[in-house]
């Protein structure tokens, strides 16, 4: 078979199923016999779609996305969800093609030669390498693999020059033994980490994205020290929104940065402790006294943190210090936790948002998925939406871009077939991605995209009200965007009360397809046309 083949089929090895990506004339040898080998592929409308869906598909199913691209701008076009990923710790791998081995480095204007494209992408990926025989490929997509188990997950590069994704090969296989590589870390750091969580009076436990497959074990933990547990955007659904020592995520407001502020321990579990996490309230990171931080990547450390990271994964520290540590009594922590949560309870009932993500809330069901775009509403339900399980929340604020929420719910529900996907998005932001519409349609899953229509970049237009600037490029134009969705296929309501909203919601999940509800935000929370003015004028 041709390499292109052999590709396809030792990747099957590995449980991969679905590739994204679109054919070009550098990629035909990776689409030879594409259909007798296994995989699936899904076609998006731009390569942004197809990483944007390999990272959805990856957080959903818990198996690496798969994106077969072009060399050049095709790459390229997927840089932004390469960074993404590579900002929220999810593995993809990226195939490219490349130009021939002749022609590597010689930039005799070749179709879709990019200079070092190799290079470019390093920053962004746990590796990345142009290859120039069969067997280094197949040895670089087995050490993706393997680095995935015991390294934090990040995207993979392997760019293959296309005269030699046209050349004979054998067949490629996955190594029989697969070599463990646990990672190292101290004993004397795991018994000073330990003895501090048992000497620790007032503990907090901030737990991220690398713990949220280990609830069962941080929720084991919290109980047993009596720790208010706070978690990051990552982490949502973590624990059951009702759990006494649940204060969600809380980590912008007042009485949670006094629950920090007061720890005289803070547990750092899968979690860089970015600053992101209080980054529209305009106050300073609260201070942390005493940071133990458990993380599988040690090289991250916060400003206040003394000690080194402890190179573990969550569940296996939590296994440790449930092993070690005396049981305390709970009322301290739930205590504690209940002003937090109250803080939290404040701030929603404050919000003109909360009667909307109520109307949202209200009509999922249980189990239903939900993406969510750089956007009004969205930002507001990622602290104010009740979710009680972990993984049905994709919200990539971290990196913060524009345009995710419509093809990451493309590809989260290829990863969960039958289950109801909405994706949360601005009219601003929409328009980043919205021709992936036509992929959503020829999928045909349960889908409902939810577009909060307030006439442009309304949360910028409030950035620019609290630094004192005239807004300027805050207004942007869809004459209608209901129509362009109906022309995509999609059955399409406009909500315009929150009641509307739910019973349109509870309508489209049961739509057996594509679903699209155009929701004209109130007046208050609108870009006002007047203060755009001197754009006008321009």
Known sequence: MRLGQAISALLTEYGVEHIFGIPGVHTLELFRDIDRSGLNVTIPRHEQGAGFMADA????????????????????????????????????????????????????????????????????????????????????????????????????????????????????????????????????????????????????????????????????????????????????????????????????FPRTQELISDADLILALGTELSDFEVLFTGSAEPTMANIVRIDIDPSVTHPDQTTPTLQLRVAEFAAAALATTTAVPRDSGTARAAIAREGLAAARAADPHTIWIDAISAALPEHAILTADSAQVAYQSHHFLPLDTPGRWLAPYGYGTLGPALPMAIGAAIAAPGQPVIALAGDGSALFTLPELATAHDLGANLTYVIWDNG?????????????????????????????????????????????????????????????????????????????TQEASA
């Open 456 to 532: 442009g970049y309304r949360e910028i237009e409030v950035s620019f009200d609290r630094t004192d600037i005239a807004p300027a490029g805050v207004r942007t134009t869809a004459h209608n965007l209901a129509a362009i969705a109906e022309g995509f296929g999609a059955a399409v309501a406009r909500p315009t009360t929150p009641h509307e909203l739910t019973a349109a919601l509870q309508t489209a999940i049961a739509h057996p397809g594509l679903s699209v509800l155009v929701v004209e935000a109130p007046a208050d929370h609108r870009v006002e046309a007047d203060s755009l």
């Open 57 to 252: 598909y990856t957080r959903v199913s818990g198996k690496p996305g798969v994106c077969y691209l072009i060399t050049g701008p095709g790459v390229l076009n997927a840089l932004t969800p390469i960074a993404q990923a590579w900002h929220d710790s999810t593995p993809m791998l990226v195939i490219g093609s490349a130009v021939t081995r002749e022609q590597l480095g010689a930039h005799r204007g070749t179709l879709h030669d990019t200079p070092d494209l190799a290079e470019v992408l390093r920053p962004f990926t746990l590796f990345s390498e142009t290859v120039t025989s069969a067997e280094r490929v197949a040895t670089l997509i087995d050490e993706a693999f393997r680095r995935w188990q015991h390294e934090r997950p990040r995207p993979v590069y392997i760019g293959i020059p296309r005269d030699l994704l046209e050349e004979e090969v054998g067949e490629l296989h996955r190594p029989e033994t697969t070599r463990s590589e646990p990672a190292p870390h101290a004993e004397a750091t795991i018994t000073a980490a330990l003895t501090a969580l048992a000497t620790a009076t007032r503990p907090v436990i901030i737990a991220g994205g690398g713990a949220r497959h280990d609830g069962a074990a941080v929720q084991a933990l919290a109980e047993r020290i009596a720790a208010p547990v706070i978690l990051t955007g990552n982490a949502k659904g973590l624990l059951p929104e009702a759990h006494p020592l649940n204060t969600g995520i809380s980590m912008p």
